[in-house]
């Protein structure tokens, strides 16, 4: 399918700062831009420089409409050797001894729009997976509703491609900020009447302590997703944002984003229709394998019968409806007691003042590991570790209690929206 077909609408289609380009014009670009890149013989299987601009999209369409396999990235230039060449700032660089993958050569052969995509490694151990874009972008075609959104999520990453795909395949616009701190996404969401939003817990809770909440007063749709959120910042946005729709948006690199369905007010949600989108084994979550998935380039996760565990503790009520505990492999053994750090933070986050926490283990000599808590509180407060360890003795048993704390303000995002506990 021509890639363009999915863009033939009218009206405004992106806007940066002082440029702007409706439906029409960004079609154009690509057109013109794909006569240029057959100029440049590319080779098929080429990195993509990723950047916050409308520049970077035009290049992104460019490459699919040409029918590359395409490989946005963000940071450090990729080496891996079955990549052919990296594109950036309009110049090339063919990368030669290449190791050959058999599933990668099948799916180019084919002449058909590829996406491949890095997780991010926090479970350990970093995939990298090869999508069908075609298929990914087809899901969105059932969409009619046109919304103009502000793009936050990093632009190489499953969550801001699919983001800007939901948007501009029904006609909708995107608004992309000048920059991306805090203060300009948000006055720009009030300026432009953003009526929805997609980010992570943490880029919420940043907005709420830099006293920037009044602006998101717009957003009729805020999805919340890329981590897990908790009560005490529903409550809070509930009580911020009373005419929001709060939904809880789940998916990951390897399946690409599911619908999901919402508990109003609560972290419980619904991937998708149990039995066919999701199962539950031993409070493990599995999802169903997308059709988009071409094949794991890198790591593999485990899958059974069309199924991918997705490693995700979860804990479901009587309506089937889940919310994520932590990660099986984050389970810390303190003396012979199996400690699930997303508990101990979703204790310790119930006490006023706090931001953030992040739980974890570090070797210790006599009891094998012991809790850490790196934990971020808002400005002004002068909250303790004594302080918080008595908040804890009252709702958890000793052993659960962090020993160590490291107690901070200058709270920092990462490339994917999530709080950085360093």
Same mark, same amino acid.
């Given at each position: 399918?021509?890639?363009?077909?999915?863009?033939?609408?009218?009206?405004?289609?992106?806007?940066?700062?002082?440029?702007?380009?409706?439906?029409?014009?960004?079609?154009?670009?690509?057109?013109?831009?794909?006569? &240029?890149?057959?100029?440049?013989?590319?080779?098929?299987?080429?990195?993509?420089?990723?950047?916050?601009?409308?520049?970077?999209?035009?290049?992104?369409? $460019?490459?699919?409409? !040409?029918?590359?396999?395409? #490989?946005?990235?963000?940071?450090?230039?990729?080496?891996?050797?079955?990549?052919?060449?990296?594109?950036?700032?309009?110049?090339?660089?063919?990368?030669?001894?290449?190791?050959?993958?058999?599933?990668?050569?099948?799916?180019?052969?084919?002449?058909? /729009?590829?996406?491949?995509?890095? $997780?991010?490694?926090?479970?350990?151990?970093?995939?990298?997976?090869?999508?069908?874009? =075609?298929?990914?972008?087809?899901? @969105?075609? %059932?969409?009619?509703?046109? #919304?103009?959104?502000?793009?936050?999520?990093?632009? &190489?990453?499953?969550?801001?491609?699919? $983001?800007?795909?939901?948007?501009?395949?029904?006609?909708?616009?995107?608004?992309?900020?000048?920059?991306?701190?805090? !203060?300009?996404?948000?006055?720009?969401?009030?300026?432009?009447?953003?009526?929805?939003?997609?980010?992570?817990?943490?880029?919420?809770?940043?907005v709420m302590v830099s006293g920037n909440i009044e602006k998101l007063k717009s957003i009729q749709i805020l999805n919340l997703g890329g981590e897990r959120s908790d009560e005490?910042?529903?409550? %809070?946005?509930?009580?911020?944002?009373?005419?929001?729709?709060? +939904?809880? /948006?789940f998916g990951t690199t390897e399946t690409t984003n599911i619908r999901t369905y919402s508990q109003e007010g609560s972290i419980y949600f619904k991937p998708g229709k149990e039995?066919?989108?999701?199962?539950?084994?031993?409070?493990?979550?599995?999802?169903?394998?997308?059709?988009?998935?071409?094949? #794991?380039?890198?790591?593999?996760?485990?899958?059974? =019968?069309?199924?991918?565990?997705?490693n995700d503790r979860v804990e479901q009520d009587n309506e089937g409806y889940i919310k994520i505990l932590g990660r099986k492999e984050d389970t810390i053994n303190i003396g012979?007691?199996?400690?699930?750090?997303?508990?101990?933070? !979703?204790?310790?986050?119930?006490?006023?003042?706090?931001?953030?926490?992040?739980?974890?283990?570090?070797?210790?000599?006599?009891?094998?590991?012991?809790?850490?808590? +790196?934990?971020?509180? &808002?400005?002004?407060?002068?909250? $303790? %570790?004594?302080?918080?360890?008595?908040?804890?003795?009252?709702?958890?048993?000793? @052993?659960?209690?962090?020993?160590?704390?490291?107690?901070?303000?200058?709270?920092?995002?990462?490339?994917?929206?999530?709080?950085?506990?360093?």
């Amino acid at each position: 399918m021509d890639t363009l077909q999915w863009l033939n609408h009218k009206g405004l289609m992106m806007v940066q700062g002082n440029e702007q380009v409706n439906y029409e014009q960004f079609c154009e670009k690509v057109i013109v831009r794909a006569k &240029e890149h057959e100029r440049l013989n590319l080779p098929r299987t080429i990195a993509l420089k990723a950047d916050y601009s409308i520049n970077y999209w035009v290049d992104f369409f $460019t490459l699919l409409y !040409n029918k590359h396999i395409v #490989f946005p990235y963000l940071g450090q230039t990729p080496t891996y050797p079955w990549l052919e060449g990296v594109y950036a700032n309009g110049s090339i660089i063919i990368i030669k001894d290449l190791e050959r993958y058999e599933e990668l050569d099948a799916f180019a052969s084919t002449q058909q /729009a590829g996406l491949v995509l890095e $997780t991010s490694g926090t479970s350990g151990n970093k995939k990298v997976v090869l999508h069908n874009f =075609n298929i990914i972008a087809q899901k @969105y075609t %059932k969409l009619h509703r046109k #919304f103009k959104t502000v793009l936050v999520f990093s632009p &190489e990453h499953i969550s801001g491609i699919e $983001t800007l795909l939901s948007i501009i395949i029904p006609g909708g616009t995107i608004i992309i900020p000048t920059d991306q701190s805090i !203060n300009t996404i948000c006055t720009t969401i009030a300026a432009e009447k953003i009526d929805l939003l997609a980010c992570t817990p943490s880029f919420i809770r940043l907005v709420m302590v830099s006293g920037n909440i009044e602006k998101l007063k717009s957003i009729q749709i805020l999805n919340l997703g890329g981590e897990r959120s908790d009560e005490k910042l529903l409550y %809070k946005l509930q009580e911020c944002l009373p005419h929001t729709h709060i +939904h809880q /948006a789940f998916g990951t690199t390897e399946t690409t984003n599911i619908r999901t369905y919402s508990q109003e007010g609560s972290i419980y949600f619904k991937p998708g229709k149990e039995g066919e989108d999701y199962m539950i084994k031993e409070d493990i979550l599995w999802l169903k394998t997308t059709p988009s998935i071409i094949c #794991f380039i890198i790591g593999k996760p485990i899958i059974e =019968n069309g199924w991918i565990c997705t490693n995700d503790r979860v804990e479901q009520d009587n309506e089937g409806y889940i919310k994520i505990l932590g990660r099986k492999e984050d389970t810390i053994n303190i003396g012979g007691e199996k400690v699930d750090p997303a508990e101990v933070e !979703n204790t310790i986050i119930k006490m006023g003042g706090i931001i953030s926490v992040k739980v974890y283990g570090e070797e210790d000599m006599i009891m094998g590991k012991k809790l850490v808590a +790196h934990i971020y509180i &808002e400005k002004g407060q002068t909250l $303790t %570790k004594q302080a918080i360890v008595q908040f804890c003795k009252i709702l958890l048993p000793d @052993y659960k209690i962090p020993v160590k704390f490291h107690i901070r303000t200058d709270l920092a995002l990462t490339s994917r929206l999530k709080i950085t506990h360093t």
